[in-house]
């Protein structure tokens, strides 16, 4: 019986469900400059979260916390309930195995073709047989969108198509949460739009929560459940879409039309 139905006592009393990101009170500083200034965030599970901010904002040093790849100074960072930032090694690497990751970077092996690429966090983390690998490998790149270019260099790919090998080595492990860092970057309007789709595409095939983190607003829109404005190091906004777009807020009004940004609190 749900809480709130007739019989339960008239007690609504189903508690909300426990995000599967909570960030609460995350500070950090480099060489003396407050970067995150006390970040509190929520992502509940199955969601597809979208940080903006503008450039040097914070974004890629926020999303490297959330995948422990950065230590806080104050702060926490709680996945299913778990704190990230005080948790055993041992134990911070099962919850990292959570994750995967597009870096904003790309950051595929370029001595090794596509396959090797994809299969290389199959092979170091699983003991899957070669025939298992190379099942995977073809499931990740047909759900990306890339046929027949197993054994092509990545250095030889389009910007798009690298994008997508990076997101198809990001999802071989069937991670429960999938960090983007700016997965636009570089590439053309076109591309672009169709790097979003296939993100869209992931979030529906997949049981995943998605946290993006982008500059470019037209993206943030076609791929987001909800959008948080990340600015002098705090999140001064969160709201869906739709929302978002008619916030009175004068920097997000500014940061939506693409004008000019005043100088941030260095
Ligand atoms: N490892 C580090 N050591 C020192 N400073 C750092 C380090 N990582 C990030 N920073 C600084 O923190 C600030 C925020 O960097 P970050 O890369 O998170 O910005 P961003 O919002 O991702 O920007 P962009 O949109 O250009 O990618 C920058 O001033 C950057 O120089
Ligand atoms: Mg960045």
């Known amino acids: 019986m749900a809480a709130g139905e007739p019989g339960d006592g008239g007690m609504a009393t189903a508690a909300p469900a426990r995000p599967k990101i909570a960030v609460i009170d995350l500070w950090k500083s480099f060489a003396g400059r407050e970067v995150l200034r006390g970040i509190n965030l929520e992502v509940p599970a199955g969601e597809s979260f979208v940080i903006v901010g503008g450039s040097g904002a914070g974004k890629s040093v926020l999303l490297k916390h959330l995948i422990g790849l950065i230590a806080p100074e104050r702060g926490h960072v709680i996945i299913d309930g778990e704190d990230l930032t005080s948790c055993e090694p041992a134990h911070c690497l099962a919850i990292r195995r959570k994750f995967g990751m597009s870096f904003q970077e790309g950051a595929l092996f370029d001595s090794m073709t596509v396959f090797e690429n994809i299969a ?3 092979r170091r983390h699983t003991r899957s047989s070669e025939a298992e690998v190379a099942a995977r490998v073809r499931e990740c790149l ?6 027949k270019i197993e054994n092509k260099a990545t250095s030889d790919l389009s ?3 690298r994008r997508r090998v990076g997101f198809a080595r990001a999802i071989a492990l ?3 949460i999938l960090l983007f860092d700016e997965p636009d970057t570089g590439l053309d309007p076109i591309t672009s739009a169709v790097i979003d789709a296939v993100i869209v ?3 529906e095939q997949l049981d995943v929560t998605m946290v993006t983190i982008t500059h470019n607003m037209q993206s943030a829109f076609r791929i987001a459940d909800r959008i948080a404005m990340l600015r002098n190091g705090q999140i001064t906004a969160v709201a869906q879409p739709d929302v978002f777009r008619s916030l009175a807020d004068p920097y997000i009004q500014k940061f939506l039309a693409g004008e000019p940004l005043e100088e941030e609190v260095a």
């Open 120 to 122: 290389f966090p199959l």
């Open 142 to 147: 047909a759900l990306v969108h890339l046929d």
């Open 159 to 161: 910007g798009g198509m």
């Open 174 to 176: 069937q991670p429960e």
């Open 201 to 203: 595409e992931m979030r």
